[in-house]
């Protein structure tokens, strides 16, 4: 098994309910939305970046160290919420977008699952969830279940 395939399926086994899976496909998609529109606002020094293309660049590199086709996807999805967030403009609408993304994750994990989110075992989950997703809607590879 190669990492990818243990990081997903570690994910999967606490990710088995539809409910959680609805929830954090709503939770991961507004968390990320809201941490790229709020990093916005943070200028690096010297430079025309700002936080928000430090991110997405940190995770395009670490999902590029576990699979092109699914970093590619997340690269796409990071690219259209930076646009979205440079339309709106407004780091407020992100910094409400991310708290209620984490409210769904809690909603998922409390209520459908009945567990505690997988990052608390494992860092690396908070990078994995949306690869993960990405996975289950795509089918790019098969995640070994236990």
Same mark, same amino acid.
Request: aromatic share 10%; with cysteine; net charge positive.
């Given at each position: 098994m $190669?990492?990818?395939d243990g990081?997903? =399926?570690?994910?999967?086994s606490?990710?088995? &309910?539809?409910? $959680?899976?609805?929830?954090?496909a ?6 990320l939305?809201?941490a790229? =529109? ?5 200028r !690096?020094p010297? &430079?025309?970046?700002?936080? %928000?293309?430090?991110?997405?660049? %940190?995770?395009? !590199?670490f999902?590029l160290s ?6 590619l996807t997340?690269? /796409?999805? /990071? !690219? ?6 440079? =339309?709106? /403009? ?6 409400l %977008?991310f708290?209620i993304?984490?409210? *769904?994750? /809690?909603?998922g #994990? @409390?209520?459908?699952?009945? $567990?505690?989110?997988a *990052?608390?075992?494992?860092?690396a #989950? ?8 990405? $996975?289950?809607?795509?089918r ?5 279940? @236990?």
């Amino acid at each position: 098994m $190669n990492r990818l395939d243990g990081l997903l =399926a570690d994910y999967a086994s606490s990710h088995r &309910t539809r409910g $959680n899976l609805v929830c954090h496909a709503l939770g991961i998609t507004l968390i990320l939305y809201g941490a790229i =529109a709020m990093l916005l606002e943070l200028r !690096l020094p010297v &430079t025309p970046w700002t936080g %928000a293309e430090v991110l997405i660049a %940190a995770m395009v !590199l670490f999902d590029l160290s576990l699979n092109v086709p699914l970093a590619l996807t997340m690269f /796409a999805e /990071a !690219l259209l919420f930076d646009l979205l967030a440079r =339309a709106v /403009a407004e780091w407020r609408v992100g910094a409400l %977008a991310f708290v209620i993304g984490w409210a *769904f994750q /809690a909603i998922g #994990h @409390a209520g459908f699952e009945k $567990n505690r989110p997988a *990052f608390f075992r494992n860092l690396a #989950h908070l990078l994995v969830g949306p690869l993960f997703l990405w $996975n289950e809607l795509l089918r790019v590879r098969p995640i070994p279940r @236990a």
